[in-house]
């Protein structure tokens, strides 16, 4: 079956800190990889994806993920984290086979000021 | 804004009552996902359509029930609702089916059974 696992559930970090939020994944098909984020009060926007190609992928406001075949992982990182990146942030795999986008726990971000 | 309309935005019901979400994808657009999302669950998918047509299941209950009619317009009517349905419901939708580049989605629905 489909599933997504986020290691970090709740992180929190200081402005300018650099942040990895780990996500693993379970499909041995063909998959494409997706980083959603939620800010308080609002509805999912993507932040990046991945279909093919470069495993290393770059998203909106400085963000960027890996995508690591073997380890069947596809983590977030940013280098220098800012107040306005608290928010929850969800990893998402979709399979063409089964036709489900399946979401992980979510993972919120606290950033201090 | 995502395109993706849901309404209402809030709804409160009593428990053992049955309510109609709705969701309008984004124009163009064919799929339409259904989400639950609650503090000790996560992201839940519950079920997909395609054009009319059931295409995913997730863990949809089965007092939950949806369709999406000719217009593409889709609804997620629940039943016998219990105090653990109490929920935000999301919609999303998609350009097509066997691949997905993004899914947009509404701004959802936040159902509280009291």
């Known amino acids: 079956a489909q599933s997504v696992s986020q290691h970090n559930h709740h992180v929190i970090l200081s402005e300018a800190a650099s942040l990895e939020l780990g996500c693993n994944y379970s499909?041995?098909?063909?998959?494409?990889l997706f980083w959603y984020v939620q800010y308080p009060g609002q509805h999912l926007q993507l932040l990046l994806k991945?279909?093919?190609?470069?495993?290393l992928v770059k998203g909106i406001k400085g963000f960027e993920a890996e995508f690591i075949k073997s380890k069947f992982s596809f983590n977030l990182r940013k280098p220098s984290v800012q107040w306005s990146d608290t928010a929850e942030y969800f990893c998402a795999v979709f399979s063409g086979n089964t036709g489900k986008l399946i979401f992980g726990q979510g993972t919120t971000l606290q950033v201090k000021p | 804004d995502s395109g993706v309309t849901q309404t209402p935005k809030h709804l409160i019901t009593a428990t053992g009552q049955r309510v109609t979400l709705r969701c309008s994808p984004r124009s163009g657009d064919l799929s339409v996902y259904w989400y639950q999302q609650s503090l000790d669950q996560g992201l839940q998918f519950l079920i997909q359509?395609?054009?009319?047509?059931?295409?995913a299941k997730g863990n949809i209950l089965e007092r939950f029930s949806a369709q999406q009619f000719p217009d593409l317009h889709s609804e997620l009517n629940l039943s016998s609702l219990e105090l653990g349905d109490s929920a935000l419901y999301f919609c999303?939708?998609?350009?097509?089916?066997?691949?997905?580049?993004?899914?947009?989605f509404g701004q959802g629905t936040r159902l509280t059974v009291v």
């Open positions: 991945y279909f093919s190609g470069d495993p």
């Open positions: 499909y041995g098909g063909t998959v494409n």
């Open positions: 999303a939708s998609s350009p097509s089916q066997g691949k997905l580049t993004e899914a947009f």
């Open positions: 359509y395609y054009n009319g047509e059931e295409r």
